[in-house]
């Protein structure tokens, strides 16, 4: 722990003993499902309520939804969900109801009832979310609150009780680059943690008060652990079952790490 009261982790190249992989398993098998768009995409979800769905996101502003049937095959309902007015950078299923959440290099944020027909999918929107492009978001597994990151550097929470009225209940900035990836902890519902271009990866517990402990200039009280040693970190996840380990994706390799007091 620094001075400043955040905990700081670096990244350790760890070697690992390499084995054989028998020839049968290095036969690349052909993917069970293909479905193709006119322009790239980067958005996928899959859905936390019914086992095999998921949606996708791309640059033509288009959603889609796949609903898994048996036997394992899929259908797309060839009506996208549309309203954005930009490329869709991220979808996120929430984990309670039929609703699926996304956000646009428009700089919004929509939210889509999965049970009604494309064109009256759109249940809320909210205009200039960010001051610029909304790169990800994340739905809570436990209360209804929604994290954003964007362009701009800020992380914003978001109640479903109030989004339609535009307004975040708190917004953090620290990043001093664009966000690359953002989710909540699975097993409580106030942590959540985010990656930047800047090369940092920060934990954050938005329980903590602000005036808690001493003030520290430029660093917020709700940020509690800061993880370094990365180049151009682009995803972010949480283990579903071993509380706080959490895993990281660069350019130059994944960091495996588990915060001490979590």
């Not at 989004?163 to 106030?190: C, D, M, N």
Request: glycine fraction near 8%.
């Amino acid at each position: 722990m620094d001075e400043d009261g955040v905990r700081y982790s670096e990244s350790n190249e760890v070697e690992m003993e390499q084995e054989e992989v028998p020839a049968r398993t290095q036969k690349q098998e052909k993917p069970l499902f293909t479905y193709s768009t006119r322009k790239e995409g980067y958005a996928l979800g899959w859905s936390r309520l019914k086992q095999g769905d998921f949606a996708s996101g791309d640059q033509c502003r288009d959603i889609r939804i796949y609903r898994m049937h048996e036997g394992g095959t899929w259908a797309v309902d060839q009506r996208a969900l549309c309203g954005h007015a930009g490329s869709v950078e991220d979808v996120h299923w929430s984990p309670s109801e039929p609703l699926l959440a996304s956000c646009s290099c428009d700089g919004t944020i929509k939210l889509w009832d999965s049970r009604s027909k494309p064109a009256d999918a759109c249940v809320c929107t909210v205009t200039k979310a960010h001051d610029s492009d909304v790169n990800v978001i994340s739905w809570n597994s436990h209360d209804p609150l929604l994290v954003t990151g964007g362009d701009d550097g800020e992380l914003k929470i978001w109640s479903l009780k109030t989004i339609q009225f535009g307004q975040p209940v708190a917004r953090f900035k620290y990043h001093r680059g664009p966000i690359t990836s953002v989710e909540w902890l699975p097993q409580e519902s106030t942590t959540f943690m985010a990656s930047g271009e800047d090369d940092q990866v920060t934990i954050w517990d938005i329980a903590t008060e602000a005036d808690s402990h001493e003030s520290i200039e430029g660093v917020p009280a709700q940020l509690m652990f800061l993880h370094l040693g990365q180049k151009e970190v682009k995803e972010v996840h949480w283990h579903p079952q071993i509380y706080g380990l959490a895993i990281t994706t660069s350019f130059d390799g994944f960091n495996l790490f588990k915060t001490i007091n979590m």
